[in-house]
Every structure is written in structure tokens, then in C-alpha cells.
């Protein structure tokens, strides 16, 4: 779409093995998206806790509240994906890639195995998980959902298998994921989880599933047996979509996990995805003093009942339930280094 002169530096770094940042993999290596490096996860509220230093981007949002039961746990949107301008002269316009790393919708999960580890349990579609932090430390532990919409761009996924550069599936159509996000910490004790987990699935985990035609991943989703085939498009089975479609994009709970539907009523065509156990999805086994990762199938359901400021990701800067943002400041325009294709 653009020409090879244009390199964008929102790549998403991915790890293969103990976290180094991978060149080349076979399909069935173990492979994973690491939130120290990757523009996409959600920024941490204290995020020197865990990384010694500051790893963030800007994530404006535009925030729903209410108080009607199912406002926070299930929801549809009207979409019109943007145009991008036309390919001629591309040193003279912008590009959907180059303003935004994704566009995506949010929502607060259960996740018994994640921050702030203090409490066993978490009631799925309920307001009974509200717990203030300033008030008390028990508060469910909570991951983040976020249905991200990638835009067209000149590279594919995964990007450092082919270029350091933009972090797109095609070069003329957009595609969407179904990205979960927890954190391995306990603020209260003040620890992480073990070594084997950190090394492996990072501190701030990141499953990942493209929205597929027949709501089946084509490899786990979780970060601890996911491979290169979890991140490579496949224009067959995933749901590719072009600038300019009208969409019909729904967030529902099922008795499988959250589940994501898009239904393009420019094609006709569908695709979904569901956070279930048969789809790869995974909570990790909260155990500092471990010597192992231990991965637990999971269904992700919604947190909450209704959406509204005490509706919270504890651990997550932005803090949200419901949500849209548009990810920015993850392209840098470079003219003076040769970039591989």
C-alpha cells in the first residue's frame, strides 16, 4: 500500500523462549508478545513496579457509563473502518498505520489468578466485584479485554519475521484480534510470580486470537504455548475487512467466555472469537515461590454488571470497563536507515 520508504516503529516485539525478541521461528515454536516491549498492551498503573521504568503510549479514550444491568458486559457498536488516501505520492499523506498501532474496544475480565491476588474468587457479570482500593485491598483479581482493529499497512504480521516495521495483516484490508490482558503481581506482599512464569509469559501476560469466519483459533492463545501460528494472519480462515466497511461489532458473555462477534454488512461476511479453554485461552498459577509456569484452562468472563467509574481494572492505568480508544504514538517516520523487505 505504501512504498518501502516509509518505516513505522510501532512494531510488536515478540519472544521466543525465555524473552529475547525473535528473528525467524518455525510455526510450532513457542512464541510470545511481550508487554515490556509491546505498544499494545494497556499501560500499568505503577508501572516501574514491574519494569523499573516507564513503557507507555497514549491511549485516548472515550468511556461508556451506565447503570442498567448488562451495560457492563454486553454491547454492540455501529463501525465505519477509515479510508486511507490513495497510494500515489505516500511521503505526502498519512496512513491509517502510521496514526494509529489499533483501534479497539474494551471491557474488564475475571482473572481469580491475576492482580491483586488477594481473594479466590470472582462472580462473573456482577457489581458485587466493585471494590474500592482505597478502602481495601480484596478487590477480584481482573483482567482487561481489548478487541483491537489493525489497519492496512506494507508489512505484515508477525513484523520482525519480515521488516522492522508496522505491526498490520495485509496490505489492503484490516483484521482483528481478541487481546487479554493480566498482571502477575500482589501489591500487598509485594512479589511476582515465579521465574519460570516471568521468563516465559512476561509480568503482564498477553493472549492473543485473531477474529476468525468460524470462531476457531488456529493456536492456543495464551502466552505459554502459543507459537508462530498464533500471530500469522491466514487469509482464509481469519476475517479480513477493507477501509470504508460498515460494521456491526457485538461483546457478549456465553457460557464458553466473553465472546466477540463482527458481522461486515458491506460483505455479508462474520467472524467472532470466544476467550474459552478450547481456543487456547489460560489463566497462570499465582505461585511466587514456584519453580514452574503452570498454565490453568480458563474461560474469561465479564467483571461487571454495569460500567461506570467504580467499575475499574484495578491495575491498568486507564482504569476503564467499557471503553474505545484509538492507539497512537507508535509510528516514527524513518528516512535514513535501509530497512529489509
Given at each position: 500500500m505504501v512504498a518501502g520508504?516509509?518505516?513505522?516503529?510501532?512494531?510488536?516485539?515478540?519472544?521466543?523462549?525465555?524473552?529475547?525478541?525473535?528473528?525467524?521461528?518455525?510455526?510450532?515454536?513457542?512464541?510470545?508478545?511481550?508487554?515490556?516491549?509491546?505498544?499494545?498492551?494497556?499501560?500499568l498503573a505503577s508501572p516501574s513496579d514491574a519494569?523499573?521504568?516507564?513503557?507507555?503510549?497514549?491511549?485516548?479514550?472515550?468511556?461508556f457509563y451506565s447503570n442498567t444491568a448488562g451495560s457492563g458486559?454486553?454491547?454492540?457498536?455501529?463501525?465505519?473502518?477509515?479510508?486511507?488516501?490513495?497510494?500515489s505520492h505516500p511521503l505526502s499523506r498519512t496512513y491509517n498505520f502510521e496514526l494509529h498501532g489499533a483501534l479497539w474496544f474494551g471491557m474488564a475480565l475475571c482473572d481469580t489468578q491475576s492482580y491483586p491476588e488477594q481473594v479466590s474468587t470472582c462472580t462473573p457479570d456482577s457489581d458485587s466485584n466493585i471494590v474500592d482500593p482505597a478502602v481495601s485491598p480484596n478487590h477480584p483479581g481482573t483482567a482487561f479485554l481489548e478487541l483491537q482493529f489493525y489497519p492496512p499497512g506494507w508489512i505484515p504480521w508477525p513484523t520482525w519475521a519480515v521488516a522492522l516495521g508496522a505491526s498490520t495483516c495485509d496490505p489492503v484490508r484490516?483484521?482483528?484480534?481478541?487481546?487479554?490482558?493480566s498482571l502477575q503481581e500482589d501489591?500487598?506482599?509485594?512479589?511476582?510470580?515465579?521465574?519460570?512464569?516471568?521468563?516465559?509469559?512476561?509480568?503482564?501476560?498477553?493472549?492473543?486470537?485473531?477474529?476468525?469466519?468460524?470462531?476457531?483459533?488456529?493456536?492456543?492463545?495464551?502466552?505459554?504455548d502459543s507459537t508462530l501460528t498464533t500471530y500469522t494472519p491466514d487469509r482464509i480462515r481469519d476475517l479480513f475487512m477493507s477501509s470504508?466497511?460498515?460494521?456491526?461489532?457485538?461483546?457478549?458473555?456465553?457460557?464458553n467466555g466473553?465472546?466477540?462477534?463482527?458481522?461486515?454488512?458491506?460483505?455479508?461476511?462474520?467472524?467472532?472469537?470466544?476467550?474459552?479453554?478450547?481456543?487456547?485461552?489460560?489463566?497462570?498459577?499465582?505461585?511466587?515461590?514456584?519453580?514452574?509456569?503452570?498454565?490453568?484452562?480458563?474461560?474469561?468472563?465479564?467483571?461487571?454488571?454495569?460500567?461506570?467509574?467504580?467499575?475499574?481494572?484495578?491495575w491498568a492505568a486507564h482504569s476503564y470497563n467499557v471503553g474505545f480508544s484509538d492507539e497512537i504514538g507508535h509510528f516514527q517516520y524513518c528516512n535514513g536507515v535501509a530497512v529489509p523487505a
Open positions: 520508504a516509509l518505516a513505522a516503529a510501532g512494531m510488536i516485539p515478540l519472544a521466543s523462549g525465555g524473552g529475547v525478541p525473535a528473528r525467524a521461528a518455525p510455526s510450532s515454536q513457542h512464541t510470545h508478545i511481550d508487554c515490556e516491549y509491546s505498544r499494545l498492551c494497556p499501560d519494569y523499573g521504568d516507564y513503557v507507555g503510549h497514549d491511549e485516548p479514550s472515550l468511556l458486559n454486553q454491547m454492540r457498536y455501529n463501525v465505519t473502518l477509515p479510508n486511507d488516501p490513495p497510494p484490516w483484521c482483528a484480534a481478541m487481546n487479554v490482558f501489591p500487598v506482599a509485594g512479589t511476582l510470580n515465579n521465574d519460570d512464569c516471568l521468563a516465559k509469559v512476561g509480568i503482564e501476560t498477553f493472549e492473543f486470537a485473531f477474529v476468525t469466519k468460524n470462531g476457531v483459533a488456529a493456536a492456543p492463545a495464551n502466552p505459554l470504508g466497511d460498515n460494521l456491526n461489532v457485538g461483546l457478549h458473555d456465553t457460557a466473553v465472546q466477540a462477534q463482527i458481522d461486515d454488512l458491506s460483505t455479508g461476511q462474520s467472524g467472532s472469537m470466544t476467550a474459552s479453554p478450547s481456543n487456547g485461552f489460560k489463566q497462570f498459577l499465582y505461585d511466587p515461590s514456584g519453580t514452574s509456569c503452570v498454565g490453568i484452562p480458563y474461560a474469561f468472563h465479564p467483571m461487571y454488571a454495569t460500567s461506570s467509574e467504580a467499575t475499574r481494572v484495578i
